[in-house]
């Protein structure tokens, strides 16, 4: 553990991905995989917005001899980007949003994905691959969540451990850029500002260790100033139908900078056609605020996807 907190678990990663990157810094114009993207230096806008729903179910016969319990799923998901540059300036905005419940006979409806983020940035060109940034960030989450007891699956053997703004992440950010390609960047923030918000003032007695998510107890907001903040972002058709991206955050503070915390969310897609696509997906955290050991999400799911 002592070594994960010395080494980010994304940085051998992303170095690869730069040098990557640096070789291909001219963009091949007649490649359609590069049809929708920011592809020159000139003045130009871009904008892609996707809405998608995925419906999973399953059901057995009393008398089924694999055993099985039957259940349904439903997840939907919104996702807006947009990307304009006119001279040496740009602005870039991402919002991204997703819930999913799911229901198994004999239980009550539990969520498994719900997440929304919003990232406001804007850019001043300092040299083609080099500029200046600054940009606002929000991170939180819909509904409230719960812990399950595993003997019993009634009211009294759930407890809530997050809600809407219960954690809300909200970071300010000033500092270099680096985009080798236009596919992926890499943003430097010293002195980086987070906010962490915890509205729900009881919510500390059923967070791991009563933590409250770094919040003291008591209050509603913590500000953290970051001795260093780093940002990598990659999103990219790898191969036709096929697009992949991801998002790291690592954040040193001040306060305890070798207590880094990290965040890698990423998300593979495969389109079958126009509508139907299979989306592969996976979080892992790092945060002495919220977990002392890592946390891992991942989900699997079959659905439709409308893109304009």
């Given at each position: ?8 678990f994304?940085i051998?990663f ?9 070789a ?18 000139k003045d130009?806008?871009?904008r ?11 059901s057995?016969s ?9 259940s349904?799923?439903l ?13 040496k ?6 919002f ?20 929304i ?28 969540g ?13 407890k809530?451990?997050s809600?809407l ?32 918000i ?15 998510y ?10 953290e100033?970051?001795l260093?903040?780093l ?15 991801f ?43 919220q ?6 999400a991942?989900?699997?799911?079959i659905g ?5």
């Amino acid at each position: 553990m002592r070594t994960w907190k010395r080494i980010p678990f994304g940085i051998f990663f992303i170095l690869y991905l730069i040098s990557t990157a640096s070789a291909q810094n001219k963009v091949d114009l007649t490649n359609p995989l590069y049809a929708a993207r920011l592809k020159t230096s000139k003045d130009t806008s871009w904008r892609k917005i996707e809405f998608g729903a995925n419906l999973n179910q399953g059901s057995f016969s009393s008398n089924w001899t694999g055993g099985g319990v039957n259940s349904v799923a439903l997840g939907v998901f919104f996702n807006a980007l947009s990307e304009n540059k006119k001279g040496k300036d740009s602005w870039r905005n991402d919002f991204q949003s997703q819930y999913g419940i799911v229901r198994n006979k004999g239980q009550q409806s539990r969520k498994n994905a719900d997440r929304i983020f919003f990232d406001i940035k804007y850019n001043r060109e300092l040299s083609p691959k080099w500029s200046f940034f600054a940009n606002l960030n929000f991170l939180s989450q819909f509904g409230a969540g719960y812990e399950y007891s595993s003997s019993s699956d009634t009211i009294e053997f759930k407890k809530k451990v997050s809600g809407l703004f219960s954690p809300a992440y909200v970071t300010e950010a000033i500092g270099i850029e680096y985009r080798p390609a236009p596919y992926f960047f890499v943003d430097v923030a010293p002195g980086a500002l987070r906010q962490t918000i915890v509205l729900d003032r009881d919510l500390y007695v059923n967070t791991p260790d009563q933590k409250n998510y770094g919040v003291p107890i008591g209050k509603r907001v913590r500000t953290e100033a970051a001795l260093i903040q780093l940002v990598a972002n990659f999103d990219k058709d790898v191969a036709k139908g096929f697009n992949l991206k991801f998002r790291y955050l690592m954040f040193s503070s001040f306060e305890h900078p070798m207590e880094i915390d990290n965040r890698l969310d990423a998300q593979l897609t495969a389109k079958f056609n126009k509508y139907v696509n299979v989306n592969l997906g996976a979080i892992v955290v790092y945060d002495k605020d919220q977990s002392n050991s890592i946390q891992f999400a991942q989900a699997m799911s079959i659905g439709f996807l409308f893109a304009f």
